[in-house]
């Protein structure tokens, strides 16, 4: 008997409230980065209505302009329009910054402290945290969620380009649900786009553009079937929309970001933290790992786990889970012994050997952080294939 499922993943466009929120936090570490590479930032954002609050802990040498910073952001996303409450130019916007603890600060300085274990770089944060990788779509990610961020792209693109649907809005949501028969996708059972439109256009023109403009050209056609499902706008009505009609928060769309709900997530944001903080820099690290094994045949899904100790340098657990897909001969103990061998888990070494310490992170924000074909984004490099096969014979 065949294992059939339906699994759905969703994905958030730029200017929905969270996406807001992340974008702008980026955009504070990025400018950080640019002046002073070795910036410690932990930058969270808050939009509602006309207010933007941004606070956290960053200790570095730049010299920002945070309020400038956040209607550029915004400016971009583009909530540039007469009729939006939340308006780039109009926009409040609170700044409530402190320097990083000290405490947290001799844990990760690569320097002896008093009761500190060793002086290397240590962890920022106690944590665990997941790395995943399938074979079942050309970048190794799941399905699902490949897909509702290419409709998700896709929409920003047109809105963006201001001529084909000039009334789209920057707040939107993509929902796909693929077929699953033996692990395999076979088919899509249904697909939601939610995308905020000015007032002026009817329900049907929006319907019709969705299906014929965005889904059409850009999901696979062999997924699409005759009892495939559009739900497009299915309140009837998307005008207010955006920190308007909703509270946006950094780091509330782990889910969008990392893999969809396919693969586990050790609960830790990314957005707005520089690459000292493992949540961002180790789940990084985690796709890296995943990724390879995969694209060394060594199996068709991998996931990976490992933890850390704040101020700690080494991870206090390893695990590679393959889901019983691991190539004949392997099994998980022996590639999870040939990934300890080929890979370092040091935060210090994730830093430098995926050169995180560059303003890169305004890429990742949106559409996902993993799964993108741009070569800043190391992390999603296959440049250690050869090596694991080697570490496995």
């Given amino acids: 008997m065949s294992n059939r499922f339906i699994f759905s993943s969703e994905s958030v466009g730029e200017g929905h409230p969270d996406k807001v929120a992340d974008t702008i936090s980026d955009a504070v570490l990025d400018a950080c980065l640019a002046q002073d590479k070795f910036s410690r930032v932990a930058c969270e954002t808050y939009v509602k209505s006309n207010i933007a609050v941004v606070g956290g802990e960053i200790t570095t040498k730049a010299k920002l302009d ?43 300085d690569a320097k002896a402290a008093k009761g500190k274990k060793k002086s290397e770089q240590g962890a920022g944060d106690q944590g665990l945290m997941f790395g995943y990788a399938s074979d079942e779509t050309p970048e190794l990610m799941p399905a699902p969620i490949m897909f509702a961020h290419h409709l998700g792209r896709k929409l920003t693109q047109i809105r963006k380009a201001g001529k084909l649907a000039p009334w789209l809005r920057p707040d939107a949501k993509s929902q796909v649900s693929v077929v699953y028969e033996n692990d395999r996708p076979v088919a899509i059972s249904n697909v939601v786009i939610s995308t905020q439109h000015s007032a002026d256009v009817d329900h049907a023109t929006i ?51 990392s893999y969809g709900g396919f693969g586990r997530h050790g609960g830790g944001a990314f957005s707005g933290k520089d690459p000292s903080k493992v949540d961002r820099s180790a789940a990084y690290m985690g796709r890296y790992v995943a990724k390879n094994i995969v694209a060394a045949g060594l199996a068709a899904r991998a996931e990976i786990q490992f933890a850390y100790a704040i101020g700690y340098p080494d991870p206090v657990s390893v695990y590679v889970n393959t889901f019983g897909t691991a190539k004949e001969g392997l099994n998980d103990a022996a590639i999870t012994s040939a990934v300890e061998e080929v890979f370092s888990f040091k935060p210090a070494d994730i830093v430098s050997q995926l050169k995180l310490l560059r303003p890169i992170y305004s890429k990742t924000t949106n559409y996902g952080h993993f799964g993108k074909d741009d070569k800043d984004l190391t992390w999603e490099a296959v440049d250690k294939v050869k090596a694991l096969q080697k570490a496995v014979k």
Avoid: W
């Fill in 207 to 257: 319907e019709e553009f969705c299906i014929e403009e965005i889904i059409k050209k850009v999901l696979p056609k062999n997924l699409l079937t005759k009892n495939t499902l559009f739900l497009i706008n299915p309140t009837g009505r998307f005008v207010v929309g955006g920190p308007q009609g909703d509270t946006g928060l950094t780091g509330r769309k782990i889910i969008v970001d």
């Fill in 66 to 108: 945070y309020v400038q910073l956040t209607r550029q952001a915004i400016r971009e996303i583009g909530y540039v329009n007469d009729d939006d409450v939340f308006h780039a130019d109009k926009v409040m916007v609170n700044v409530y910054v402190t320097q990083q603890s000290p405490n947290i600060a001799q844990g990760v």
